[in-house]
């Protein structure tokens, strides 16, 4: 199967584009949502971020507390790296499993940190959404409430723009409305529908 690996900085709009791949009727394998799976309540994952962490990122409820983990992680490279550990090698078995039971010309992974883990090897296209850094700061602010501090805290964990670009296969540009960005994601549909049939076994 022909395997595309979807990725950008934080609010670049990669949901927006994978969203209307899934329209097109391409398969999604999205490692946020199955970051969440993994660390719901009962999940081996979460027991183990409270064993490194402490108990103070749980809800009371016993749910993960995002916020909270995000700034921590944002803020000190050491527990990120920490939390990877525990939580990509799982996001990793499950999305290859996920894959094996599909039966399409081709499908997209969802891995907003792709460059930064190196599993460029897991794809055999990289798809870069790419947007002005002021315009993704205008979206957190906006979607997210986040503050020009956590903002920046959340640039500097991920790879650069040139990074990204650099290992880039093909690139969305998203600076401007969001009907540009479809009419893009159905050119590329088009081209790896083309492409699909090269890497079928």
């Known amino acids: 199967m022909f395997i595309v690996g979807l990725t950008g900085g934080?609010?670049?709009?990669?949901?927006?584009?994978?969203?209307?791949?899934?329209?097109?009727?391409?398969?999604?394998?999205?490692?946020?949502i199955i970051a969440r799976q993994v660390v719901e309540p009962g999940q081996p994952a979460l027991t183990e971020i409270v064993q490194t962490f402490g108990a103070e990122i749980v809800t009371d409820a016993g749910q993960l507390d995002r916020p909270a983990l995000r700034q921590l992680?944002?803020?000190?490279?050491?527990?990120?790296?920490?939390?990877e550990a525990i939580l990509h090698p799982r996001i990793r078995a499950e999305m290859l499993r996920q894959a094996t039971l599909l039966n399409t010309p081709y499908t997209i992974f969802v891995i907003p940190l792709l460059i930064e883990t190196g599993q460029q090897a897991l794809v055999?296209?990289?798809?870069?959404?790419?947007?002005?850094?002021?315009?993704?700061?205008?979206?957190?602010?906006?979607?997210?409430?986040?503050?020009?501090?956590?903002?920046?805290?959340?640039?500097?964990?991920?790879?650069s723009r040139e990074q990204r670009l650099a290992v880039a296969d093909e690139v969305i540009n998203n600076s401007g409305d969001?009907?540009?960005?479809?009419?893009?994601?159905?050119?590329?549909?088009?081209?790896?529908?083309?492409?699909?049939?090269?890497?079928?076994?």
């Open 178 to 201: 969001i009907q540009q960005l479809l009419h893009q994601v159905e050119q590329l549909h088009h081209h790896y529908s083309q492409l699909a049939p090269q890497y079928q076994k």
């Open 10 to 32: 934080i609010g670049s709009g990669k949901s927006a584009a994978a969203e209307h791949f899934a329209r097109l009727g391409v398969p999604i394998i999205d490692t946020d």
């Open 124 to 159: 055999n296209h990289v798809l870069v959404i790419d947007c002005d850094d002021e315009i993704r700061r205008q979206r957190l602010k906006q979607r997210d409430q986040m503050n020009d501090a956590d903002i920046t805290n959340a640039f500097a964990a991920q790879a």
């Open 73 to 83: 992680i944002f803020a000190d490279s050491s527990k990120r790296h920490a939390l």
